[in-house]
């Protein structure tokens, strides 16, 4: 994995004001929108207090993030009407998501996705960890790092930015080595939201952080995501076998359903893919620079997201698995396809892949990885 040294970040004071809670996925005209970065109390859990951040743009746009999971949980911006809400799944209280929603908005660690029969090896020791999806361990396992309380701080800076740290133990879930953790969520006044995710282990690791909010463009899960057009700039995706683990190909997308290169509305080709989307995209890019690597757009709300990244892969998960069970904090059901998620990553089961591009962290080196997303309007 390349090395890159961060800049030591100055911390500076956090302005502990009282926000009011915004109801996601709901219009909410009345909210706060000067530029800058507010604090409150989310509640507690683990016995920790946990804590709900806005980050306001110069452009009024505001996304709020937890502690908890460092959890995007609003992500408000208007429409082609002006009208403002919530393009990301979310709740307006903690206990929404200590009800284990399906890692909403949350910060994934310390394997995204997938490895097979939850086991690895790292020259002659081999490592086993929790198997929580069937035979296979899925985002880092029982308790990953969407479920436990991050450390936060913010900066003295002139575009609102939050820092989260998370110490996982040698040990935790499986993996071994201290891994020292650090995400920056940064909202520009250009409708970016940027996730640095930093770390350093003291022992040989595999390392895979990403962030799984679950867009709908319209900001109404009543509407499903199958009339959004997606573009996805990937030549191949990765096959995978019946419990979604790579098959160890790599398969090129022409003249299947899993070509998004030209951009296609998603529910056009979807009945032919078993189960919906939920497959690894082998992004064209060739190297580790921060690259636009795929748009989604909705006609109807007339706004658009795009995604650029450092990573060589990118999930699209379709919301197959969401089946109305779960509500809304304004009481509507969340159903399948109601949201997708674009979760930007190294490939699933790198650490047991040869041929993947390695997920291994070393000591002495420095994961650095971005991810933008960054939506526009089209009035
Ligand atoms: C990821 C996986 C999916 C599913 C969701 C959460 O995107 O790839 O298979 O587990 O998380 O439901």
């Given at each position: 994995m390349k090395g890159i040294t961060l800049p030591v970040l100055g911390i500076a004071a956090i302005f502990a004001t009282s926000i009011s809670s915004c109801n996601n996925q709901k219009s909410d005209d009345t909210m706060e929108t000067k530029k800058g970065i507010t604090k409150a109390s989310f509640g507690q859990a683990d016995g920790k207090e946990v804590f709900l951040y806005t980050l306001t743009n110069a452009k009024g746009t505001q996304v709020k993030i937890s502690t908890y999971g460092g959890v995007v949980t609003s992500w408000i911006v208007p429409d082609k009407n002006d009208k403002k809400s919530s393009i990301v799944l979310g709740f307006d209280s903690l206990s929404g998501y200590l009800a284990k929603p399906?890692?909403?908005g949350a910060l994934i660690g310390r394997y995204g996705n997938r490895i097979a029969n939850g086991k690895f090896k790292i020259d002659t020791s081999e490592y086993t960890l929790a198997t929580n999806n069937g035979r296979n361990h899925l985002h880092?396992?029982?308790?990953?790092?969407?479920k436990v309380v991050w450390e936060s701080a913010t900066e003295n800076d002139s575009v609102p930015s939050l820092m989260l740290s998370y110490l996982s133990k040698?040990?935790?879930?499986?993996?071994p080595g201290n891994l020292n953790v650090d995400v920056r969520y940064t909202l520009t006044d250009d409708n970016e939201l940027k996730i640095e995710y930093s770390a350093k282990t003291d022992k040989a690791t595999v390392v895979n952080l990403t962030n799984h909010s679950y867009f709908n463009l319209t900001g109404n899960?009543?509407?499903?995501?199958?009339d959004h057009t997606l573009m996805i700039d990937a030549d191949n995706y990765t096959p995978v076998d019946s419990t979604l683990i790579p098959t160890g190909e790599i398969k090129p997308v022409?003249?299947?359903?899993?070509?998004f290169t030209k951009g296609e509305k998603?529910?056009?080709?979807?009945?032919?893919?078993k189960g919906g989307y939920d497959h690894n995209f082998v992004l064209n890019?060739?190297?580790?620079?921060?690259t636009k690597v795929a748009s989604l757009s909705d006609d109807k709300s007339g706004r658009t997201l795009e995604v650029f990244t450092t990573e060589p892969g990118l999930q699209f998960y379709?919301?197959?698995?969401?089946?109305?069970s779960i509500k809304t904090s304004d009481g509507k059901a969340i159903n399948q396809h109601s949201a997708l998620c674009l979760e930007t990553q190294h490939f699933p089961d790198s650490p047991n892949q040869?041929?993947?591009?390695s997920t291994l962290l070393l000591p002495g080196q420095q994961y650095h990885t971005v991810t933008v997303y960054k939506i526009s309007v089209n009035k």
């Open positions: 399906p890692y909403f880092g396992g029982n308790k990953g790092f969407d040698d040990g935790e879930e499986g993996y899960v009543s509407n499903t995501i199958l022409k003249g299947t359903p899993f070509d998603i529910g056009l080709r979807i009945d032919s893919v890019k060739k190297d580790s620079s921060l379709s919301g197959n698995f969401l089946d109305g040869p041929k993947f591009p």
